[in-house]
């Protein structure tokens, strides 16, 4: 290693760095303005001192910079933690893994209640919403607030973030058709006449599917009293009333 800027003595020795900065880069490249890796950075200012890790430019307090996957910070406590990167492009990820297994990560209110608990674990993950010791994959010991979406007379087609389609007015037949995006296993649409309008036989909500999707082995299936709401649960492959 080369300590570029500054002497044994603490006096300056590289002209390229600026009176209020100490770096430490690879010695088999010993040029601040073409070493990208292993380069650590000190710079100490009246007004703030920032860090960079595997770059000679941070841009935060502390940066820390790599182009490759792996390793990122490490906590070698008891039962350690890492930030690790992974994948390139769309594809990229930042992971928080355990190092040991059966690992539960908790964030906490100031006052120090349990908001979240994540149990890392290789036979099955939980989490825990307000419970610090979830008994299922997903535990919530607090109330829930889902998505509706209110519809006011037309056809409609779900999207990703729809949970509950309630029509507020109704005239003739409309349809609210399960698109292709939401045949995911396990997924849950519910959809209902929000104020009574639906009226036989011209007056109904028909819900059919984009595809090939069928709707309890049929191609469609309707509301067709009023008030009435319909759940259905995908399979990853078709849907189901429930």
Known sequence: MVNVPWSD????TDPLVDDDEFMIIDSEDATPSTQNKRVTLLRIGTSFSIIGIGTNT???????????NGDILRFDTER???????GTGDATRMRFRALVNDKFFDII???GTPVATFLAADSGGKVGIKQTDPQAGLHVDTGLSLALRNVNDINTITTEADMMINYIALSGEKTV???DNDTV???II??????????LPTDKITIDTESSALIDGG???????????????CDGTDWFIW
């Open 177 to 179: 058709t399960l698109q």
């Open 109 to 111: 209110s100031e006052g």
């Open 58 to 68: 941070p841009n935060a307090l502390l940066q820390i910079g790599d182009n490759t």
């Open 185 to 187: 296993r396990g997924r």
């Open 219 to 233: 191609s469609s299936t309707e509301i067709g009293t009023p008030f009435q709401a319909i759940r259905f649960i």
């Open 80 to 86: 350690g933690w890492q930030f690790e990167t992974n």
């Open 9 to 12: 003595k603490g006096e300056k």
């Open 190 to 199: 519910v959809v209902k006449d929000g104020l009574g309008n639906v009226n």
